[in-house]
């Protein structure tokens, strides 16, 4: 059974570039366009892993990631922010919200399937 990504990105452009790069691969992708469908997505697909925008609308990325990190059966899913973000501290507060990667838009697409593959194999 291949493994499933689930991607929570509002920008079409944005999820047809990983729409692209993960058609090279053999993962499975989900996708939500809001945060709250982002959670909503996580709890009824689990996926094995989540790849977060940070500025989402209805509910932005670090709540959304909280509130997986946050029930039990969630948990254990890795999360990478994939975020336009790219301050200095805000890789530490996608860390400090319950993301478990990290990646700047833009962002090279091999250094994300790189980062994808290492944390489902």
């Known amino acids: 059974m291949s493994k499933r990504i689930l991607m929570v990105e509002d920008t079409e452009d944005n999820r047809q ?5 993960i058609a090279t691969t053999d993962f ?3 996708e939500a366009v809001d945060g709250a469908a982002g959670v909503a997505a996580a709890a ?9 925008d940070i500025q989402l ?30 301050l200095s501290g805000d ?15 833009p962002f090279s697409p091999r250094q ?5 593959q290492e944390f489902l194999s």
């Open 17 to 21: 570039i990983v729409r692209d790069l």
């Open 28 to 30: 499975e992708l989900l």
């Open 44 to 52: 009824a697909e689990k996926p094995d892993l989540i790849l977060m």
């Open 57 to 86: 609308p209805v509910m932005d990325g670090y709540e959304a990631a909280r509130r997986i990190k946050a029930d039990p059966a969630l948990r254990h899913i890795p999360i990478i922010a994939v975020t336009s973000y790219a």
């Open 91 to 105: 890789e530490a507060k996608a860390i400090a919200a319950g993301c478990d990667g990290y990646v700047a838009k």
């Open 112 to 116: 994300l399937l790189a980062m994808v």
